[in-house]
């Protein structure tokens, strides 16, 4: 499996954006970006994902490296509800790996108010 | 959003009982799901992925007969945990994802924290 690699922890003030860098230099033609975030005790939260095209949606852009071998996850006013492990992963979807998913450490981001 | 249903949020129980965990895909049809365990302070460990109507495919290292997959319908699969032991203490978490693809997101429940004495 393509890897990825993450800062351990990150900190961030209320209101302010947030940008939370990946790199996956090991990244195939057909791997997808996948960022999902944990909150304690809870079950991971699908954020965003993409292939080559920077992406938007209501809770954040994904901004990918025109070689594809690095990503950043933008929050773009972090809240105290962001305060989560975010985890970005490779998702292949093709062979017999039904695109799973394999979860690294994340990035732990604290969100100071 | 799609909403992924898992029961019970938390089970407490004796050596060597069984315990099976429900996973329901409430808004979705869930062509592939997938069984995860945390241990604390640690990332999700993926244990299993089942299709619908297939047997289910695990991960290397995780035994097939002490964690038995069902997954007979497009909504519900099932992990049942046999003869339990204070190891198998952990968060279990499941995940669904629709037809519409494999690079598609998966959506996640909100975990079972089981705990054996």
């Known amino acids: 499996d393509a890897k990825t690699t993450q800062p351990n922890s990150m900190e961030s003030n209320e209101e302010e954006p947030v940008h939370l860098p990946c790199n996956h230099s090991t990244i195939s033609g057909t791997d997808y970006i996948h960022w999902y975030r944990q909150l304690p005790s809870q079950g991971p939260e699908y954020v965003i994902h993409?292939?080559?095209s920077n992406v938007n949606n209501r809770m954040a852009s994904l901004a990918i490296a025109e070689d594809r071998k690095s990503s950043t996850l933008i929050l773009h006013r972090a809240t105290l509800r962001d305060a989560a492990v975010y985890y970005c992963i490779l998702c292949n979807a093709g062979g017999t790996s039904y695109g799973k998913l394999t979860f690294g450490q994340g990035t732990i981001l604290t969100v100071h108010p | 959003g799609a909403v992924v249903s898992q029961h019970p949020s938390r089970v407490i129980c004796k050596s060597g009982t069984s315990v099976k965990i429900e996973c329901r895909s409430l808004?979705?049809?869930?062509?592939?799901m997938f069984w995860y365990r945390q241990f604390p302070k640690q990332s999700l460990m993926l244990m299993a992925t089942s299709n619908e109507g297939s047997k289910a495919t695990y991960e290397q290292g995780v035994e097939k007969d002490k964690f038995l997959i069902n997954h007979a319908s497009l909504t519900l699969s099932t992990l049942t945990v046999t003869s339990a032991h204070p190891e198998d203490s952990s968060f279990y978490i499941c995940?669904?994802?629709?037809?519409?693809?494999?690079?598609?997101?998966?959506?996640f429940g909100d975990g079972t924290r089981l705990s054996i004495l």
């Open positions: 995940s669904a994802r629709g037809r519409t693809g494999n690079n598609q997101p998966q959506h």
């Open positions: 808004d979705f049809q869930a062509t592939t």
């Open positions: 993409g292939l080559t």
